[in-house]
C-alpha cells in the first residue's frame, strides 16, 4: 500500500472535500477518488458515505483518519533514531508572507535542498492570520509569519529577524521629515487584516498621526510597487532581504517609537518534520548573515 494513500485520506479529512483535497496536494479530483476507492479496496472496507453528490467520510473513516497520521508521521521519522539526523525524502508544506518569497524564502531552501536533494518543498503565500489557521489545522507543516498576538500552547515559535518600520517614499518624493509627509502626501495602507496592518494602525493612532488614504494593499510586495510609481507613500517593515523593486526606494527612519515586525517560523508542536523545520530556520538565519 502506498503511503500516499492515507496522506490523501488525511487531506480529504482536513480540507473537507475532494476537491479541496486535490487542490490541496496537487492531483486531479478524479485522481483523489481513485485513490480513494483503491484505499478502500486494499482494507475491504467502505470509508465514505456516497449517498449525497459530495462524498463524506462515514464513522469508519473517520476513526479511521488519526491512525493514518499515525502512520504517515512514523513513515516521515522513520530514520531518525538510525541516523541522528532525519533523512528528508518527504515534503514539506511552508506558507510564507509574501514579503519574503521573492528573496528570503528562495535562497533559503535553494541551500536546504542543495543539501537534501530528493525533498520536496511546497510554498503557500498568505497572511499571517490566514496562515497561523492553516499551521493549527495541520495543513502546513510551518509558516514563516509575522509574530502573532498569542501563541497557542500546542504551537512552537522560533522568530528569527525584528524589522524597524519606515517610511516607503518613491525617489522622486522631496522631504525628510516622515510626520510632515504622512499628513501631506497620499497614503498607501496595508489591510487590516494583516498582522503588518494593525501595528502600522497602532503606530499611526500612537502618534495622532491622520493620512490620506488613496489604496488599501494586501501585502508588502504589492504595496511597494504602488509607491514606485510615486502613486503615495506608506509605513511598513524595512525587510531583511529586499527584492530590487523595494531596494530601491527611500526608506526614512520613524524614530525611536517605532513596533518592529518580528518574523518566525510556527509549526505545531507535536508536527513530525520537525527535524526539518529546524533544518529550514538555519538555512533562514544563515541567508540572513
Known amino acids: 500500500m502506498s503511503i500516499q494513500l492515507f496522506k490523501t485520506l488525511i487531506a480529504i479529512a482536513e480540507k473537507g472535500s475532494f476537491s479541496a483535497a486535490a487542490n490541496h496536494i496537487c492531483v486531479s479530483h478524479a485522481a483523489v477518488g481513485q485513490q480513494m476507492k483503491r484505499l478502500e479496496e486494499t482494507l475491504d472496507v467502505t470509508l465514505f458515505d456516497r449517498s449525497q453528490r459530495t462524498p463524506r467520510l462515514n464513522q469508519l473513516g473517520k476513526a479511521l483518519v488519526p491512525k493514518a497520521q499515525l502512520v504517515v508521521q512514523s513513515y516521515e521519522t522513520i530514520l531518525d533514531d ?9 515534503e514539506l508544506t511552508l506558507g510564507a508572507v509574501p514579503s519574503t518569497i521573492r528573496e528570503l524564502i528562495p535562497k533559503s531552501i535553494k541551500r536546504l535542498m542543495s543539501n537534501y536533494p530528493d525533498l520536496h518543498i511546497r510554498v503557500v503565500p498568505g497572511l499571517s492570520g490566514e496562515l497561523y489557521d492553516q499551521v493549527t489545522r495541520g495543513a502546513l507543516d510551518a509558516a514563516v509569519i509575522s509574530e502573532p498576538l498569542s501563541i497557542d500552547k500546542n504551537h512552537s515559535w522560533f522568530p528569527f529577524v525584528e524589522e524597524e ?3 516607503l517614499a518613491s525617489p522622486e518624493v522631496e522631504g525628510d521629515d516622515p510626520l510632515q ?7 498607501i495602507r496595508h489591510t487590516k487584516r494583516a498582522a503588518m496592518g494593525m501595528i502600522v494602525e497602532e503606530w499611526l493612532t500612537q502618534n495622532n498621526v491622520n493620512v490620506r488614504e488613496v489604496m488599501v494593499m494586501e ?18 517593515p524595512n525587510l531583511c532581504m529586499p527584492d530590487p523593486t523595494f531596494a530601491k526606494l527611500r526608506k526614512l527612519p520613524l524614530g ?8 518566525g517560523i510556527l509549526t505545531r508542536s507535536d508536527c513530525s518534520k520537525i527535524h526539518l523545520v529546524n533544518r529550514l530556520q538555519e538555512q533562514i538565519e544563515h541567508t540572513l548573515r
Open 82 to 90: 538510525l541516523t541522528g539526523d532525519a533523512q528528508f525524502i518527504g
Open 165 to 167: 518600520l519606515v517610511l
Open 181 to 187: 509627509l504622512l499628513r501631506e502626501m497620499p497614503y
Open 219 to 236: 501585502s508588502t510586495e504589492t504595496l511597494s510597487s504602488m509607491v514606485a510609481h510615486n502613486l503615495g507613500i506608506s509605513i511598513v
Open 256 to 263: 525611536p517609537t517605532t513596533i518592529p515586525r518580528i518574523l
